[in-house]
């Protein structure tokens, strides 16, 4: 039987211009899903919790996906326990996450919490997956510096991918159009603690002024520099 992979994927923001585009690290998760597709003889899955933005979801469908499914929730709907559901009806091996979104909360306690409910390991920042053998998965970690380490987990996993795995490959534009975007209705829990909420944008804080006063010019150039 072929693996079940399942890549989670989110609405992203750029930074500077605070446009809807594909997240960088979900763009990430799904490249490594396709590459297990080619190298363990996978299957591929990639699911959207949230309001059906298509055409960001497109962009990662032009990445050369036939089809993207999307768990239909409203904004103040919690998309732990639909994916959960979701995770467990679908027989899932793996599941791959970023690390953080790109926008909403972007606390990263998503992959925490989805393993928690399914009673999975969870592996964080995670860069590749070398190979399955057996039911045991071995992993590449991402640490600071470029270094890795090697570990060895068992099927069933949550692993968040980080930004040391291999990039996103482009995406096509033809291709992105022509693919199936399927919607699914999920079993929604209302969020109360973020029902009470207010968003605003963060805006940076100001320097402080370092007021010097200074007698003569060597005392001027020393404060300066």
Do not use: C
Request: hydrophobic share 40%; charged share 25%; proline share 6%.
């Amino acid at each position: 039987m072929p693996l079940n992979v399942v890549s989670l994927v989110s609405v992203g923001r750029h930074p500077q211009s605070g446009r809807q585009r594909r997240a960088e690290q979900d763009g990430r998760a799904v490249e490594l899903g396709m590459n297990l597709e080619v190298a363990q003889n996978s299957q591929l899955t990639v699911l959207h919790a949230g309001a059906s933005s298509e055409p960001v979801l497109r962009t990662y469908a032009g990445m050369g996906l036939p089809e993207l499914k999307v768990l239909e929730l409203a904004e103040q709907d919690d998309a732990v326990p639909a994916l959960g559901d979701y995770l467990q009806s679908a027989n899932a091996d793996i599941v791959l996450t970023g690390v953080r979104a790109e926008s909403g909360e972007s606390s990263g306690m998503v992959p925490y919490l989805l393993a928690e409910q399914l009673g999975w390991p969870l592996v964080p920042r995670i860069a590749d997956i070398v190979s399955i053998d057996d039911g045991v998965a071995e992993i590449l970690l991402a640490l600071p510096r470029g270094q890795r380490r090697a570990v060895s987990v068992p099927l069933p996993f949550v692993a968040s991918v980080d930004n040391a795995a291999a990039e996103a490959r482009q995406t096509a534009y033809g291709p992105g159009m022509r693919a199936r975007i399927e919607g699914n209705k999920a079993v929604t829990e209302v969020d109360e603690v973020r029902a009470g909420w207010q968003e605003s944008d963060a805006k940076p804080r100001p320097k402080r002024l370092k007021v010097v006063k200074a007698k003569t010019a060597a005392d001027r150039f020393k404060a300066a520099t």
